[in-house]
C-alpha cells in the first residue's frame, strides 16, 4: 500500500487499484485479481470489500473479476452504459451508467468519465460483444483532490482538456507498450496533463508488455514523481 497524504494505494498487479480515500471510502479500479499473474496470492483467495467498483473497458484483464467484488459488496459499479447494463446480466444489483463528460456523485465523491483511445469489447464463443466506449475517470475526494485513472489508452491531445477542466494531481497511466502507450507516451501524457505524480500501471504483466518506470523515470520531466508500487506491497 502506497500513501500520499492521507490517500492509501494499494496496486494489485496490472491495472487492479484499490484506493482509500481521505473520508474513509474503498474503491476499486478495474477488478482483475484470480487470473492475474501479479495479483498477490492473498488477494485472489478473498474478495476486498470495497464501498464503489469503477470499470474502464470490458476487457477481460479489466473486468475479470468486477462482478464478483461487485456482488460480495454489494457496491455499486461506475462505467459506461453499455458495460453496466452487461455486468446487470451477470448479477451485479447496482449499476451507476454514464456515459463521456458525465459526472455523478457516489459514495461522496466526484467521478466523471473521460475518453480513452483504445477499444472495448469481451468475447462469447469468439464473437465480440460491444461493450461501450472505453474511458477513464476522474476523481474528485473528499479534501477536493483530484485524481486521473486513464485506463488502457495512447497519449492523445484530449489530455490538456482534462488538465484544463479537471487539473488532476496523480495520473494513473498504463505504461506497457503494445497494447497501450508505451514510457515516452506516458512521459508527454504527464505534461498534457499537467500532474505532479505518476503512477505506471498496464506493465510486466506478460512479456509482452516491455514498458517499465525506470524507461518512464528517463522521460518524464523533472518534477514529476514517479510512484513505483509493488503489488501487495507498501511503498512511500
Known amino acids: 500500500m502506497a500513501s500520499i497524504g492521507r490517500l492509501a494505494i494499494t496496486w494489485l498487479g496490472h491495472s487492479t487499484f484499490l484506493l482509500g480515500t481521505p473520508g474513509g471510502k474503498r474503491l476499486i479500479f478495474d477488478p482483475w485479481l484470480v487470473d492475474n499473474p501479479r495479483c498477490p496470492e492473498e488477494w485472489k483467495r478473498k474478495v476486498p470489500v470495497v464501498d464503489l467498483v469503477l ?15 461487485a456482488r460480495e459488496s454489494n457496491a455499486p459499479v461506475v462505467g459506461m452504459v453499455e458495460l453496466c447494463r452487461w455486468l446487470q446480466r451477470q448479477g451485479v444489483r447496482r449499476i451507476e451508467p454514464m456515459n463521456l463528460g458525465g459526472t455523478i456523485t457516489v459514495a461522496g465523491l466526484r467521478v466523471t ?14 464473437s465480440p460483444i460491444y461493450l461501450g466506449a472505453p474511458s477513464g475517470f476522474i476523481l474528485t475526494l473528499e479534501d477536493g483532490r483530484v485524481i486521473y485513472f486513464a485506463g488502457d489508452t495512447d497519449v492523445f491531445e484530449g489530455m490538456r482538456l482534462i488538465r484544463e477542466l479537471y487539473h488532476p494531481e496523480v495520473a494513473f497511466l498504463p505504461i506497457g507498450d503494445r497494447f497501450t502507450m508505451g514510457p515516452r507516451g506516458a512521459a508527454l501524457a504527464c505534461d498534457l496533463l499537467g500532474v505532479k505524480q505518476v503512477v505506471p500501471m498496464h506493465y510486466g504483466t506478460y512479456p509482452a508488455l516491455t514498458g517499465t518506470p525506470k524507461e518512464l523515470r528517463k522521460y518524464v520531466l523533472a518534477g514529476i514523481d514517479v510512484l513505483e508500487c509493488r503489488p501487495g506491497e507498501t511503498v512511500e
Open 55 to 69: 470499470v474502464s473497458h470490458g476487457h477481460s484483464d479489466h473486468i475479470g473479476d468486477a462482478a464478483r467484488v
Open 113 to 126: 468519465l473521460v475518453e480513452a483511445q483504445h477499444s472495448s469489447a469481451c468475447f462469447d464463443d469468439e
